[in-house]
C-alpha cells in the first residue's frame, strides 16, 4: 500500500489535516507545539485509492532531546515514504525553518506536495500564498485543515504521484492479533516495541511519558503477524495538571487501545513493583474481557538467587487476586531476555481468548462439578444448576440455566468458573458466567 507523510515545522497544523485525511481523531490536537512525537499511522481513501497515511512530529534543529528525536522520526517517515506532504502556515509566512525543511525535502528526491495550512477564507488565493513558490517545491496548494477547503485538491495531487496499485501489495488482515502494551510511564513499553521490531520504531527516553500517542507498529513472530499498539504511560491523576492535555488525551489513549486490542500485555517495572496505576488499567482491562498477560521487565537490572523469582510471583499473584487467570513472564526489553516466551504467551491467551468449547463437553462438567460440590440452598429451597452452554468468545461468555438466580451466590459461581478452567484450560482470559432463570 502507498504511503504518504506529513512533515513540516512544529504546531503548523499536521495533525489536525492528518485526522481531517484519515476521518478518525488519531493524532492528539493542541495549540502546544511538539505534541505529536512519534509516527502516527492511518488509513485514508481517496477517489477509490487507498493508502497509508503518516504524522510525523515537526521537523526542528535543536539540542533537546525530544526535538532530535522527533527530526529522527520524521526523516524516517521521509525515508518509507512514496510520497511527502509538506505543510505549511499562512498566517507565519514562509520561516527559516521552512526554509531549512524545503532543502532536506529536496535532498530526498520524493515528491512533494506543497501544502499552504489555514487559509480559512473561502474564495480567492490570498496574495501571501505566492512567496512560498520561493521554496523550490512547485505549486503551493491553500488547504484549511480546520474546515477541510482545499483538501480534495491536496490529494489529488497526492495521488497522482502514487504508482498503480500493485496486486501483491499486502493488505493487513483480519487474521493479525492486536497486542497492546499497556502500564505505567517509563516501564518499558517502547523500548519493547523497537527491540521486537528491530528499529528506532518509538522514541525511547529516560524521560516519563514520552509516547504520548498510541503506535501502531506490524510485525511478524515465527510465521503469524501482530500489530504492536504502544501505549502512553497512564499517569496518577495528581500528575495529569488541570492544563496539561496532553496526558488527558494520553491515558484516554491508552484505554482506546486496551477497546482495540485482542492481547493485553501489562508491563510492570520490576524495580518498582506493582502500583496503583497498574491496577487501574489491570481493572480496565480485566472489565474489557481481554487477553491478559503480566510482563515484568527490567528484570536484568534485579539483584537474584534462586528465590527471587517465586518471591515476586507470589507478591503479584496477591497484587493481581482480581486476574489469577494471567500468566507472568519476567522479561528484559533492553536485552530480549524471554521475548520468545511472551511472543508464545501472546498467541496463547488469545487463542484461549476465542475458544469455543460444545454445549455437551459443558454439561459433562457441570454434572460432576455440582456431583463434587452441591449447589446452596436457602431455607430450604436448594440451587439447581439446569444447563450451561457458551453465548460468544472474546471474552467466553457461558450462560447457565438455574431455578432461582437469588441463590446463585457470587462464590459458587466463581466454583463453576473455576471448574470450567480446571477442566478446559482457559489460561490468560477472564471467563464470564451469565445466571439465567428457566423461561427467561
Known sequence: MALAAIVGRPNVGKSTLFNKLTGRRTSIVDDAPGITRDRIYGKADWLGREFMLVDTGGIEDSKDEIMSAMRAQAQLAIDTADVIIFVTDIRSGVTAGDSEVAVILQKSGKPVVL??????????????LYEFYNLGLGEPLPVSSVHGHGTGDLLDEVIKHFTQPDMEAEDIDSAVTAV?????????????????????????????GTTRDAIDTPVEFKGEKYILIDTA????????????????????????????ADVCVMMIDAEEGFTEQDSKVAGYTHDKGKAS??????????????????????????????????PFVFISAKTGQRIDKLFELIKYTSEQNARRISTGLLNDMLAIATARVQP??????????????????????????????????????????????????MDGTPIVIIPRERGE
Open 115 to 128: 501544502c499552504v495550512n489555514k487559509c480559512d477564507n473561502v474564495g480567492e488565493n490570498p496574495p501571501e
Open 293 to 326: 498477560i503480566i510482563a515484568i521487565n527490567k528484570w536484568d537490572l534485579i539483584e537474584k538467587n534462586d528465590k527471587t523469582m517465586r518471591e515476586f510471583t507470589d507478591k503479584l499473584e496477591k497484587d493481581f487476586s482480581f486476574m489469577k487467570y494471567a
Open 376 to 425: 446452596p440452598t436457602d431455607k430450604g429451597k436448594r440451587l439447581k444448576l439446569f444447563y450451561i452452554t457458551q453465548a460468544s468468545v472474546k471474552p467466553p461468555t457461558f450462560v447457565v440455566f438455574c431455578n432461582r438466580i437469588d441463590l446463585f451466590h457470587f462464590s459458587y459461581q466463581r466454583y463453576i468458573e473455576n471448574q470450567i478452567r480446571e477442566t478446559f484450560g
Open 180 to 208: 497492546a502494551i499497556i502500564g505505567k510511564p517509563n516501564a518499558g513499553k517502547s523500548s519493547l516495541v523497537n527491540k521486537i521490531a528491530g528499529e528506532n520504531r518509538v522514541i525511547v527516553s529516560e524521560i516519563a
Open 233 to 260: 504511560g497512564l499517569r496518577r491523576k495528581s500528575k495529569v495538571r488541570a492544563g496539561e492535555n496532553v496526558e488527558k488525551y494520553s491515558a484516554l489513549r491508552a484505554f482506546m487501545a486496551v477497546d482495540r
